[in-house]
Each structure stands twice: as structure tokens, then as C-alpha cells.
């Protein structure tokens, strides 16, 4: 009799494992194939931009040699809010991938009681039982393999959403740095220019004191100065602004970083010559298209598994336990109670809800690859919307630094000349509004162009070369911890 149990035991274990590796009922995942340009619109205007040779994008943010800059990222992954959010629900996905995958393995559980029944004086009872109980779903057309492969995806899907952030993460810094950096150059523009001024409005009150200018140069001088100076205000006002930002970005309270940023420094340089690659690349280099392909390789996976609801559910069942009608009886051969047996159950008479529940699993995947396609259209526009920016702020520059540097020789030569009396308060004048205003565009410019090389950082899915440490969900949440913590607890 225990040969034959055991006989029967291992014949359905063996049975069991075989179907667990065979058939997986519902459709594999198939790349949806996107028709993409074989390179990017602007890139074929753009001088220094290549997409074969010369410096990657994410290299030059690596070689920035930013010191500030730097210690800004490294205190962002360690305490941006977002971030950490985005960690805690990779370690809740990887969590339901464990508990999907405990599903495939014999559940055992433990029972035991005492009862005492006592109907009447003469009849009275004593019951004791303690034992244990195991159920196995045998996986035979992959229902609950289809389930693994769905929460496995939805784990990866957590993992390129926490890279998506901090790609964005990392652009909004390094922008709000720039920004920053700009605004103290224009505001030791403003400042230069409001003394330049203040000297100008001197020598019209002195020649006006002696007749050779008149009240309308004096007035003319005294508004260009204040005028500069409401500028200056509304400069400081914003350089304030962009601190704030870079501490909130850094998980930190407003003014946290200012002191860090008070010595001036250059806006950073604009690499001399980019590397962009050809638009297919964008399908592994960007995390938020990589997202959005484990999405619908979950909800392919999740389509098996509600077909699996169509066919008959395998189980082996067992148990063995001990039953005496008194405590000292329990431990004797005759308590021996076992059973072990196959069973199945078929959902044969549902009204269509199992069907249904496949078609609606089947919609939503057409859903998610059509979210797929658009995400992967919207990120070749964003390279190619940056590569337009990058090109026509590099021309741009070249053209407001000649500019600038003509209205400051104008300025130099007016000045000498309307103090010896050759020209009009006008002709000075003018060359002082056109000297500061070409020099804030030239500024603001610099920045504008920075601004293009992080934007095309992003739209390029950041490091994508150097594939960073700091991509790395674990190496930024402290490792894979989720088993520690579940045996801790």
C-alpha cells in the first residue's frame, strides 16, 4: 500500500513538471515593427553633428567637469522624493513577482484541533487531530507561467520608469544649474553697465551745468540708469528662483544650495561636436519607450493567462494528518490518517465571462502597443526638434557675439567722442542700449545653447553610452532587498 502511494506520488510530480514546462496557452510577444527615417531631419544641416563619429552627448555630460554640478546629482539620487518613489514601487513589483511565482509550487498548510461533544450522559466524545494539507495546481497549459511572465514585465516596466526619472531628473538639474549660472552672468552684466551709466548721467550734469548739454540728456542718461536697475531687480528675483529650484530638485529645502552657489562660475560649454545615432537606436536607448514595450509584453502575457481560465485547472491534492479520541492514542499506527489524488475543475458554464475577459485583455494590449508606437514617434521628434534648437542657437551665438562686440566698440568710440563734443547724447545713448542688450541676448544665448545640448541629453535617453551607475535602480536603492526584508518580517 505505501509503495503504491508513493509510486502514485511520483508519477503525478513527474506529470506535473512536464506540463509545467510544455504549453503556454495565448499569444508570445511580438515586436511591433515602427517605420523609422534612417536619420534624423535636422542632423543633416548640423555642423558638428554626426551620427557615426565623434563625442556622444551622454559622454560630454560625464565630461563636464563640473564639480558643483556633480555633487548636485549624486545628493539627488540619494534624496529626490520622486526617485525614491520610483525605487519603493520596483521593490513592490519584484515582491509580486515573487509572490506570482510561489503560486506555481505545492501550497502546504498545517490544521489541528480538539473537540469535545457531550449529547448526553451516556454519550460523550473526545476528538484529536492535527495534520497537514497540500494543494498543487498543475501548470499544464501555462496559465499561471503566463502570470510570472506578466508580473516579471510589470517589474521592468517599475525599472525603466525609474530611469525615465532620472534622466529628467538629471536634464532638470543640469538646466536649473544653467540657469543659474546665466543669471549671475547677466546680473554682473547689469551691475557693469548700471556704473557705466551712472558715469554717463555724471557727464551730462556736469556739461549741463556749463551749457553745452541740454535737461533732456541728463534725463535721458538718469531713465537708461534706472531702467537697468529694474532689470537688475527682476534678474535677482530670478537667479533666487532657479536656487530654489536646484535645492528642491536635490530633495531639499529652498535655499539649501546657495551657498554652494555663490561663487560665479561659467555657464558650461557646449560640446564642439555630437554624436546622435540614427532614430531606430531610440528603441533601447530610451527608458520611457523601453516602458512602454514591457507594458505591452505584460498585457500579451496577461491575454495567456485569461485564456487559461478557458480550460480544465489540474490539481494534485494530499494530506496526512493524525485523528485519536484521546490524546495518548494519537502517536499509534491506527491514527494514520493520508490521502492523495488528482482533481480537476473546468469552468465549462460561465455565460461567456471568461471569453470576455479575454477580448478585454485583448483590447487594452492593442491599447498599449498603440501607446508604444506613439511613444517611440514622440521620441524621435523631441532628437529631431532638439537637433534644430542645437544647430540654430550655435549659429545664433556666433552672430550675437560679433554683434556684441561691435555695439561695445561703438560704445567705446561714442563716449570719447561725445565727451570731446563730435556727436549728440543720442549717438551715445544708443550704442550704450544696444552694448547691454547684446550682451544679456549673448548670455542668455550661451544658456539657450546648453539648454539644447540637455534637451537632446534627454530626448537621446541620457547615458546611454556610459550606462551609469546611477541608472541603476538597486545601486541607488541599496541592492535587491526585498528577500531579506520578507525573512526579517
Not at 495546481?137 to 517599475?158: I, K, P, T, W
Request: charged share 20%; hydrophobic share 40%; proline share 3%.
Amino acid at each position: 500500500m505505501k509503495q503504491r502511494f508513493r509510486l502514485t506520488a511520483i508519477l503525478l510530480s513527474a506529470v506535473s513538471l512536464a506540463a509545467w514546462g510544455g504549453c503556454k496557452v495565448g499569444p508570445d510577444y511580438v515586436r511591433t515593427e515602427i517605420e523609422l527615417p534612417d536619420s534624423y531631419e535636422a542632423a543633416g544641416t548640423a555642423d558638428g553633428v554626426s551620427q557615426q563619429v565623434g563625442a556622444d552627448v551622454s559622454s560630454w555630460w560625464t565630461q563636464i567637469n563640473e564639480p558643483v554640478l556633480t555633487q548636485l546629482t549624486q545628493e539627488a539620487i540619494a534624496n529626490n522624493h520622486s526617485l525614491r518613489e520610483a525605487y519603493f514601487r520596483i521593490q513592490t513589483a519584484r515582491a509580486i513577482v515573487g509572490v506570482t511565482r510561489g503560486e506555481i509550487f505545492p501550497q502546504f498548510s498545517a490544521n489541528g484541533a480538539y473537540t469535545h461533544m457531550n449529547q448526553s450522559y451516556y454519550n460523550v466524545s473526545n476528538d484529536w487531530n492535527i495534520g497537514t494539507s497540500m494543494t498543487w495546481e498543475l501548470d499544464v497549459f501555462g496559465r499561471l507561467a503566463r502570470l510570472v511572465e506578466a508580473s516579471e514585465a510589470e517589474m521592468q516596466v517599475q525599472r525603466e520608469t525609474y530611469r525615465d526619472l532620472y534622466v529628467i531628473l538629471m536634464a532638470d538639474i543640469a538646466q536649473s544649474y544653467v540657469d543659474a549660472r546665466s543669471y549671475q552672468a547677466q546680473i554682473d552684466i547689469a551691475k557693469e553697465n548700471i556704473e557705466i551709466q551712472k558715469s554717463t548721467y555724471e557727464i551730462t550734469q556736469n556739461k549741463s551745468l556749463i551749457g553745452k548739454s541740454s535737461k533732456l540728456d541728463e534725463s535721458q542718461a538718469l531713465g537708461s540708469c534706472r531702467g537697468t536697475e529694474a532689470t537688475l531687480l527682476e534678474l535677482q528675483v530670478a537667479y533666487k528662483a532657479s536656487l530654489n529650484r536646484l535645492s528642491i530638485l536635490v530633495g531639499q529645502a529652498p535655499g539649501y544650495v546657495d551657498d554652494l552657489m555663490a561663487a560665479v562660475q561659467p555657464i558650461p560649454k557646449a560640446p564642439e561636436s555630437i554624436l546622435v545615432g540614427i532614430p531606430a537606436d531610440l528603441l533601447r536607448r530610451r527608458p520611457d519607450v523601453r516602458a512602454a514595450e514591457e507594458r505591452v509584453i505584460a498585457q500579451t502575457a496577461r491575454i495567456g493567462g485569461a485564456m487559461g481560465d478557458l480550460y480544465p485547472m489540474f490539481s494534485l491534492n494530499g494530506s496526512f494528518g493524525l485523528d485519536a479520541s484521546s490524546f495518548g492514542d494519537m502517536f499509534n499506527s491506527d491514527s494514520i490518517v493520508a490521502s492523495v489524488g488528482p482533481s480537476f475543475r473546468w469552468n465549462i458554464l460561465n455565460f461567456g465571462r471568461y471569453r470576455f475577459n479575454v477580448i478585454a485583455k485583448q483590447f487594452t494590449q492593442q491599447e498599449l502597443i498603440a501607446t508604444y508606437e506613439e511613444t517611440v514617434l514622440n521620441a524621435a521628434e523631441e532628437v529631431d526638434n532638439a537637433l534644430v534648437s542645437y544647430v540654430n542657437e550655435r549659429s545664433r551665438l556666433e552672430t550675437l557675439r560679433e554683434a556684441k562686440d561691435a555695439y561695445s566698440l561703438a560704445y567705446t568710440l561714442s563716449e570719447e567722442q561725445y565727451r570731446s563734443g563730435k556727436i549728440d547724447f543720442q549717438r551715445l545713448l544708443d550704442s550704450q542700449t544696444g552694448k547691454l542688450a547684446y550682451e544679456l541676448q549673448y548670455v542668455q544665448c550661451q544658456a539657450s545653447l546648453m539648454d539644447s545640448v540637455i534637451s537632446l541629453y534627454r530626448a537621446l535617453g541620457g547615458d546611454w553610452m556610459n550606462n551609469s551607475q546611477a541608472m541603476n535602480p538597486e545601486s541607488a536603492g541599496g541592492g535587491d532587498n526585498v528577500v531579506a526584508y520578507a525573512q526579517s518580517n
